[in-house]
């Protein structure tokens, strides 16, 4: 009985692995052609194609993600469709938060976007969301977002990016993970966390659960957090990540917990402390 229940479990296992196969090939061919029509000029074409997009970020939320950062939001920039990609890629962010480097460069261009479309105030909150969700190695570039982020939206106030500059230069000397924070200008940023709630709210449900990789799971889920500017809840699963780790992946974990400290102080002092020096034996405190 058990031999034939584990048998129909690896043929079923094999059956759904062979059509999210044919789904990704799918994918694959489907991409270029959607790029030309977004490249067409033609409102019915691009209609058609940004329908598609949508229908694949809900389907195929890995591979539309890809897509979207790698092929389909340069024609929809150059066509000036500021919105639109402010849009897309929130919505792909919140369908496929697991993978750093995809949000991270996704979120990137939603803040240039929305710049470019003259929404300064919410390109200032999303952009303090991709300091927030940063690895230490792309801190200095979300800061310089944030700095035009400040100039576009708090024109009357020339010195702002100057007081940012002082804070960030004060705030960049180690000191102790434990330490208290330091008030500055992006910690007072404010970010709307609504769009990131229902995506979040998905994970207690088992939307997104990732059973056989139980780091992945709390990974999409804290990057989400972070976005949010819902730190501490963040700070707490990146702690959890590491009590789960192996010792050959400690350094991810410890990066992750250093992303969260540097989320909680908007500066990145106590985040080098903790990196340069983390604890062995224990994970940090929740603060």
Not at 47 to 76: N, V
Not at 238 to 259: C, L, P, S
Request: net charge neutral.
């Amino acid at each position: 009985m058990i031999f034939r229940l584990l048998t129909t479990f690896a043929i079923l296992f094999a059956l759904f692995t062979d059509v999210l196969r044919a789904r990704a090939v799918e994918t694959e061919k489907l991409a270029p052609a959607l790029a030309v029509k977004l490249a067409s000029g033609d409102e019915k074409e691009v209609d058609q194609a940004l329908q598609t997009i949508r229908s694949l970020i809900e389907s195929e939320p890995g591979q539309a993600a890809s897509y979207l950062r790698e092929t389909w939001t340069k024609p929809l920039l150059e066509a000036g469709r500021y919105d639109t990609v402010a849009e897309l890629t929130q919505a792909a962010i919140c369908a496929s938060p697991a993978e750093l480097s995809t949000v991270v460069m996704l979120q990137t261009t939603r803040v240039n976007a929305l710049l470019k479309s003259g929404r300064a105030e919410e390109a200032l909150a999303n952009a303090k969301s991709l300091f927030n969700v940063t690895s230490s190695d792309g801190t200095e570039k979300a800061l310089a977002l944030i700095a035009e982020c400040l100039s576009a939206a708090r024109p009357k106030d020339s010195a702002i990016v100057l007081r940012l500059r002082d804070q960030q230069m004060a705030g960049s000397t180690t000191r102790p993970a434990t330490g208290p924070s330091v008030p500055n200008i992006v910690r007072e940023i404010k970010v709307d966390a609504k769009p990131y709630e229902p995506a979040i709210a998905r994970f207690d449900a088992g939307r997104y659960l990732i059973q056989t990789n139980e780091r992945g799971s709390l990974s999409a889920e804290a990057n989400l957090l972070l976005l949010a500017d819902r730190v501490v809840e963040a700070k707490a699963l990146m702690i959890r990540m590491r009590e789960i780790t192996t010792d050959d992946q400690r350094y991810i974990a410890d990066e992750n917990v250093a992303r969260a400290i540097k989320a909680e102080d908007g500066t990145i002092g106590r985040s080098n402390s903790w990196l340069l020096n983390p604890p062995q034996d224990a994970p940090l405190k929740n603060q």
